[in-house]
Every structure is written in C-alpha cells, then in structure tokens.
C-alpha cells in the first residue's frame, strides 16, 4: 500500500537525520562540516542533479508544458504571505520579529528537505516539479521575505542593490536549473560520461542534506524551546495554511496529479534554514528563526504521512 512505502520511505530520511545528529554528538561533524556540507550540496551536487535529471527526462515539448506550472506557486505563496501579514498584525508580534515571521510563515525549505522528501516519496519524475515550486520559494524570499527580515534588524535596513538580490535570486542550483533548459530547449545533448557524471555528482544531495539537517537539530537544545503564539501560527502556516492555498488553487487548474501533489508537499514543509542564517546577519531574532528551524523539521517528519494518507483517499 501506498501508506507503507510513505513510512518506509520517511523512516529512511529520519535514520540518514539521526546519523548526522548521532556522528555530530561523537564529535565527528562540527559547524564547520555543516557549511562544508552545506557548500557542497549548494555548489556541487544540485546543480549537476539539475542537469542530469532534466535532460534525462524532457524534451523541448515536454519543457514549455511544464512552464504554465509556474502560476501555481507563485499564486499560492503571495496568497500565504498577504496571510502572514495579517496573522503578524492581529497577534501583534514584536517589531524585531515581523519580517522574520512572515517569511517563516509564507516560504518553506524546498532544497535542502524538498528534494530528498520528494524523491522519497514519488521518485526521480517528480524532481522537475520540484523545482517549478523552487523557482517561485527562492524568489520570494529573497526579495520580499529577505526585505522583511532586514528590517527587523538591527544592521542592514538600508535599501539593497538589485544586483545583490539578483545574485542571492541566480544560485548555483537555478543556474544548474536553467542551463539544463536551455541545452534542452535548443537540442543540445551532452555525451554520455558528462551526464553520468553529474548524475553521480547529483546523487550527493540527498545524504548531505539530511546529514546537515542532523546536524543542526543537534545544536538546538530542548530547553531552548517555549512555545509562544506566534510560534503556533507559524507551524499552522507551516503545516496547514500554506498546503491547503495549494489545494484551492490547484482545484481549479487542470494540472498533472503529480504536480499537485509535489506542489502541496512543498508547500507544508519546514522553515526555509537561510531564515536564521539572513536574521544572524542583520542582527534580527536569529534565535528564534533557529528554533522555528527545528521546530517545524521535526514536526514535519510526523505530518508528510498525514498528508500521504489525504493523497491516497481523496486525490
């Protein structure tokens, strides 16, 4: 059944989890790793994974059907973060935390845990959908959810160079992304010992992602955690609000059953890590970013199935 290969297939991603907290606690993995890790994955092994699987997988017709998908995420991430900001007003979060939390609230970590989650759960198909709703997640924050973060700061609430948003907007994985469509675009094919390669490159990212995911929830302590209001908003916007926009709007489109799927998936997944890493740097609530972090990391493990469950019985 289809719920078994969901659990199976989340216990996997929860034992690579526990072998970075686990090889971190022996004293094997350190921050450093965690940016070498995070270096790796970010540089190396996503871009190659673009490449690899979208010339693997489509063709030109194939490509330009997959582009109208685009509206989706888009859509339902400016629809979650108009809910955000009228969440942040009535509950009257602090000035030093707003911005925080309305990106915490409206994007998710569609890398880092997307792609592995994804995989797992609907194999390598579902990879070009992916990152349809990364497109969308990676723009967002870096213009409106890195903006509100930057206010909230105590540094950096000057205006910022389109220049630099555009740098932080064109990572490595987009770039991987978008050179992958224009050889596929213009029929390009790449020899075969050069895909091969950046498949074998590409297959990096899962490990290291959940490694680094260990490895950060080994350094949040339990004591750190008190669940304030804002908080649960976040985990509702999380877990609940954002997927179900998904859901609404989709309804209405004649999309793949897959896309919808993945698109939901990404929607509810945790807080995206850059979150706390921009709030460090401009002095805002780097704390509570980190916390949301891991709050919504593990939590996200025990509510995939659940939406795994909703997929099998009403979809």
């Not at 989340?10 to 965690?34: C, H, P, R």
């Not at 206010?151 to 609430?157: K, R, T």
């Not at 094919?189 to 895909?195: D, Q």
Request: glycine content about 6%; overall charge positive.
């Amino acid at each position: 059944m289809m719920i078994f290969h969901t659990i199976e297939s989340i216990f996997s991603i929860v034992l690579m989890i526990m072998t970075g907290y686990f090889f971190t606690n022996k004293g094997w993995f350190d921050e450093q790793a965690s940016k070498l890790f995070s270096r790796i994955i970010n540089n190396i092994a996503l871009p190659f994974y673009m490449i690899w699987n979208l010339m693997s997988t489509f063709n030109k017709d194939g490509l330009l059907h997959l582009a109208t998908g685009l509206l989706v995420p888009f859509s339902s991430m400016f629809a979650c973060y108009i809910v955000s900001y009228a969440v942040s007003k009535i509950l009257k979060v602090k000035p030093n935390r707003q911005g925080t939390f309305r990106s915490m609230f409206f994007v998710s970590n569609t890398i880092f845990i997307g792609l592995p989650v994804n995989l797992a759960l609907f194999g390598e198909q579902s990879v070009p959908y992916v990152l349809l709703y990364y497109i969308a997640n990676t723009s967002l924050f870096w213009t409106i959810g890195a903006s509100g973060i930057r206010n909230d700061g105590a540094v950096g609430q000057g205006k910022t160079s389109v220049l630099e948003v555009a740098k932080k907007i064109f990572s490595p994985p987009l770039l991987g992304f978008l050179l992958a469509i224009a050889l596929v675009l213009g029929d390009i094919s790449l020899p075969r010992f050069i895909l091969d390669t950046c498949k074998y490159l590409g297959n990096m990212t899962t490990p290291l992602s959940m490694l680094f995911i260990g490895i950060a929830i080994y350094g949040i302590k339990l004591k750190d955690i008190k669940l304030s209001k804002d908080m649960i908003a976040i985990l509702l916007g999380r877990f609940f609000i954002s997927p179900c926009l998904v859901m609404v709007i989709t309804h209405f489109m004649p999309l793949p059953l897959l896309m919808r799927k993945v698109f939901i998936i990404q929607a509810m997944l945790p807080v995206m890590t850059q979150t706390a890493i921009i709030a460090k740097a401009y002095q805002a609530d780097a704390e509570y970013a980190a916390v949301m972090t891991t709050v919504t990391t593990v939590l996200a493990i025990f509510v995939i199935p659940v939406y795994m469950l909703i997929f099998q019985y009403y979809f």
